[in-house]
């Protein structure tokens, strides 16, 4: 049967260099964008491993290699940062997500297992993201409502649809959606962002695609098999 790729549009991500040449005074245009995209980069690095709280506007600039008055110049504030690096890290996961996922059939069923291959393909891209939701969405802030209402909400209306059609088809138990949901998520995701952990027990390196592709089919076989 012939595969039918799937895609949404949306951002590409683009790959920077984590470096970049230090300039002082206004960047011109061309430098400006690199530098912003090697200072948004950074700060998605420095959020996923150290939260929110322990992260600086110089910090972010020392990372990326930019003058520590870039950081402010272009963002304003640690706040509006946070903010510009979660957008930008939310439209490369979807973009990754997009490109890995391919639909074989029309069924909910296949959708549902194709969704959940591309999820785990895209987590193990971009492990910050989780990383990211264990330190700021532990506790009510302003950063936890971000992350609910642009990360978790959307993905789980997604999910929920496809939940409901498996259902209807007979092909996932009879249980919580929400449940459904975190065992996907959390379950499919977090391995990637603890490798360290992960990769103490025996199965290889999580990151390697062999273990992935194991991990998504063994994901797949525990959600569907007992239908």
Known sequence: MSKQRTRTEVKTAIDV???????RGRPQAAQGTDLKLALLRSAIDLFAERGFDGVSLSNVAE???????????YFGSKEAL?????EHLA???ASDLNKALVVRTATQTEALKALIRAFITASARWP???RVIVHDGAK???RSDFLQRHLVVPFYTALKDLITGAKSEGTLP???????FFMITHGGS???ALPILTNAIEGGDIRSSDALENHSEAIIELLFSKA
């Open 91 to 93: 439209d490369c996961f």
């Open 128 to 130: 910050q993201v989780s």
């Open 190 to 192: 977090f391995p990637m």
């Open 140 to 142: 009510h802030s302003d």
């Open 17 to 23: 260099s984590e470096t970049a040449e230090r300039k």
């Open 63 to 73: 990372k990326a290699g930019a003058d520590k008055g870039l950081s402010r110049y």
């Open 174 to 180: 009879n249980v919580s959606d929400r449940t459904i």
């Open 82 to 86: 946070w903010i510009a690096a979660m």
